[in-house]
């Protein structure tokens, strides 16, 4: 059974074991109790600077121990944190911003940008021993339900949308985890994925719930991984670092996958490097994970978490659960998110196969060609399983003949070996399937968060 706290989580940990350590970084160990105490230290200096309960704080930068810490003393001030992907271009931040009541910045990327006329807040590291009064910060009870992160997430079209889930809701996703992963109090989670996305915040939740030990790294993930028993990787990240490990051992003992399709042939890989996978399948809204399984060689994601409830309407993934944001923030109002009676919309094509479910794409890729349905998935999962690609996309172009035709966008280390590619499609696509032009994904492509956005694919292929 998991902890339900009666007091800030850290603080919490801080009384029950206060030397057990909670924090790794490049050059530290902090304990709880250390930990605890930074903490209290930063939310008192950063209410000094005048941040209040309900205040919105934009925390831009790559993870580091001072944006995790930070993230913390916000939420210790009983305001909400931001966290944005310092590549997230100024162009969209100009029109997303004003909309989302910011009443400060915290920007740990060092370079340009004065794009933010908001009020900053100082990092400082104080002294732990100064003296502390902390009788005006609130109470954990108080704030466990009130908003408290705001997640950047892009749909297809259009501006992202500021999800807002109150701590309740990511102990809620933590606790569908826990029950199903392994994760005790001496295994350490590195921090593998950008706080900026849900699927780093799932890591940070799980780890509070626990009170487990936490890798914060600056070094690349191979030599980030050394001595950590758990990662969370989206697919592109795994394949990378098994091209990698030929001899060395590792000391990981689980990974959770997610955020797109997971090839049994990774999962697989894996498991003959002695490395044990869980396929998970998770979204924003929900604060991340809603089903996950270890992995079987099959290419199902299992069960709804514990807490979790999972439904098919018109092949349509719905879910309900404690977990779900509280809806998108935009102009001082909660929006509501596309529900129906509780469910969500995920716009995600699902099957339940072989007692477990699958996800098969999304809805809204859909294009018909010639009269014919086509799930632009479909096509790439077959792709992707040939060796030498990493991921691909099939973008749909108008075309007179059949209304639409897919184009292939394919992750690959040379263009020459595209023609091969498309020899090898021969005999395992319908001719309506067939890509009509073979693209390789350029790295700028790559670049921008932890996944390929789809729209900048298309963008890029209406540019051709
Ligand atoms: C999928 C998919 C799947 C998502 N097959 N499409 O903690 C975790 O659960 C975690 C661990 C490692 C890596 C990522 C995660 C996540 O949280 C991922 C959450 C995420 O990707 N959220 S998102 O809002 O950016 O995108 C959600 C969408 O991603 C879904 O609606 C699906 O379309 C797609 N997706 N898992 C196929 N297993």
Redesign the pocket.
């Known amino acids: 059974e998991l902890t339900r706290f009666n007091d800030w989580p850290w603080q919490h940990w801080a009384s029950q074991q206060p030397s057990a350590i909670a924090l790794l970084t490049d050059d530290s160990a902090l304990t709880w109790l250390q930990l605890s105490e930074k903490i209290t230290a930063l939310a008192e200096c950063f209410y000094q600077q005048g941040l209040r309960n309900s205040q919105t704080v934009i925390l831009r930068g790559k993870n580091s121990p001072q944006l995790l810490l930070s993230q913390l003393a916000i939420l210790r001030c009983g305001a909400k944190v931001l966290p944005l992907n310092p590549r997230q271009p100024e162009l969209l931040l100009k029109d997303l911003l004003p909309h989302l009541d910011i009443d400060f910045v915290i920007d740990f990327d060092d370079g340009l940008l004065n794009l933010f006329s908001y009020p900053e807040l100082q990092f400082i590291e104080t002294n732990p021993s100064y003296p502390q009064q902390i009788s005006h910060l609130p109470c954990f009870d108080h704030v466990i339900e009130q908003p408290a992160t705001l997640i950047l ?1 892009s749909g297809s079209t259009g501006l992202p949308k500021a999800a807002l889930h109150s701590m309740h809701a990511h102990f809620d996703s933590a606790n569908g ?1 826990l029950q199903a992963m392994d994760y005790q109090m001496n295994d350490c989670w590195l921090l593998s ?1 950008p706080l900026f ?3 780093g915040q ?2 940070l939740w799980r780890w509070l719930l626990r009170g487990a030990k936490l890798a914060v790294k600056s070094a690349c993930l191979i030599e980030s991984l050394q001595g950590v028993s758990h990662a ?3 697919p592109t990240q795994l394949w990378r670092l098994l091209e990698q490990t030929e001899s060395r051992s590792l000391t990981l003992k689980q990974v ?7 090839p049994t042939s990774l999962t697989d890989l894996a498991a003959s490097k002695g490395i044990d996978c869980w ?7 929900m604060a ?2 809603v089903c ?1 399984k270890r992995a079987d060689g099959r290419k199902g ?1 299992g069960q709804p978490l514990s807490g979790k409830q999972v439904r098919l309407v018109d092949n349509e993934i719905q879910i309900k659960s404690h977990s779900q944001a509280l809806g998108y923030w935009f102009d001082g109002k909660i929006k509501p998110l596309n529900t129906l009676e509780g469910w969500l919309k ?3 094509k699902g099957a339940y196969i072989d007692g477990e479910y699958q ?1 098969l ?2 809805l809204d890729n859909l294009f018909i060609s010639g009269g014919e349905c086509v799930q632009p ?1 479909d096509i790439e999962a077959v792709i992707n399983s040939h060796p030498a690609v990493k991921q691909s996309f099939i973008i749909p172009i108008d075309d007179k003949e059949f209304g639409q035709r897919g184009v292939a966008v394919v992750d690959v280390s040379e263009t020459q070996i595209l023609s091969e590619i498309a020899d090898w499609l021969k005999d395992k696509l319908t001719p309506y399937q067939f890509p009509v032009h073979f693209y390789r994904l350029e790295s700028q492509l790559k670049s921008s968060g ?2 390929v956005s789809r729209k900048q694919v298309r963008d890029w292929v209406y540019n051709q």
């Open positions: 997430t985890v994925l996305h849900v699927s799932g890591i969370s990787l989206v959770l996958l997610g955020g797109a399709t997971i396929s998970g399948y998770g979204m924003t809204e991340s994970t996950a994601v995920t716009n995600d996800v794409g999304r998935e932890i996944k």
